[in-house]
């Protein structure tokens, strides 16, 4: 897995040119062509979380890596890409189009909270497939922002903001991301989101030397300063799971994903998932894939 991709290192490698605004403190907005980074002349993406938000519309044939899970692409998508979660994908195919835009959470610092939409939690599956006749109108959001980004209107960032809540609403439309959306009370949606947020607060793992801290419901639930049959209640009530459920699967996702883009061996991973001893860890991993680490690993080669 490769570093954490900053956008310095965005503009420095793709683009040989730095914005003079870049870290003014009131945010950042781009948007750009698909084909001058991808198809024949550009590079695969590698493997590696990103400290922006991304928004992209592939057009091609292509194959997604987000987390543990790979989505192929026969025609064209719709992909929203978080600082949390780390993704690559690779075109196969020359003919490749598209647009995308990238921006970094205070970019909208006092016009909404970018992250509390469904695309962009935890768990969601940021990928939707596109038909053709969805395709123009999405494409012509981001046409629009190229105008837009390119005029001199004194007011345009707030033109540019409302467009991308334009594609994240038309994407919601297309396919609502209802597994990351909580019902119920108040204060049990309070508590799940902040369980939540705490859990993958601590991924992707991209050093052996780092692990993660709270591995147990009662440690979530100290952290939160609440008891844990409150939390496990909130938890069942949001998502239908146990707090021991969620974590599992957390945890099981990043072994996996650990597993299929780093050469890390088996203790080291069971030390940076919080595994005294590789032996529970594998266990543990039989137990919720019906693989062994070194077998999953196997059958992905």
Request: charged share 20%.
């Amino acid at each position: 897995m490769g570093p954490i991709q900053s956008l310095e290192d965005f503009y420095r490698h793709k683009l040989n040119w730095m914005p003079d605004n870049l870290k003014n403190g009131m945010g950042h907005f781009n948007v750009f062509r698909t084909e001058e980074f991808i198809g024949k002349h550009g590079r695969h993406v590698p493997y590696s979380r990103k400290d922006y938000f991304k928004i992209s519309l592939l057009i091609g044939k292509n194959r997604l890596f987000y987390a543990d899970k790979v989505v192929e692409i026969d025609k064209q998508a719709l992909i929203f890409s978080n600082p949390l979660i780390p993704y690559s994908h690779e075109s196969l195919s020359d003919e490749q189009s598209g647009l995308f835009c990238i921006f970094t959470d205070t970019f909208f610092n006092h016009f909404g909270h970018i992250r509390e939409y469904p695309i962009f939690q935890p768990g969601s599956m940021p990928v939707f497939l596109l038909s053709d006749e969805q395709v123009p109108p999405i494409k012509n959001i981001f046409n629009r922002m190229l105008e837009e980004i390119a005029s001199d209107y004194a007011y345009k960032y707030d033109v540019l903001r409302n467009l991308v809540f334009e594609v994240v609403h038309s994407a919601m439309k297309i396919q609502p991301a209802s597994t990351s959306l909580y019902s119920g009370s108040n204060a049990s949606t309070r508590i799940s989101s902040l369980f939540m947020e705490l859990l993958e607060r601590q991924f992707p793992i991209e050093s052996t030397m780092q692990q993660i801290i709270l591995q147990s419901p009662s440690d979530f639930a100290t952290q939160l300063s609440v008891h844990v049959n409150h939390l496990n209640r909130a938890l069942r009530e949001n998502t239908g799971k146990t707090t021991s459920k969620i974590i599992a699967e957390r945890v099981t996702q990043e072994a996996r994903s650990l597993l299929l883009h780093t050469n890390w061996n088996i203790n080291e991973i069971a030390w940076s998932l919080g595994f005294g001893e590789s032996a529970h860890f594998i266990n543990f991993f039989k137990k919720n894939t019906a693989l062994s680490p070194g077998a999953f690993r196997s059958s992905a080669v």
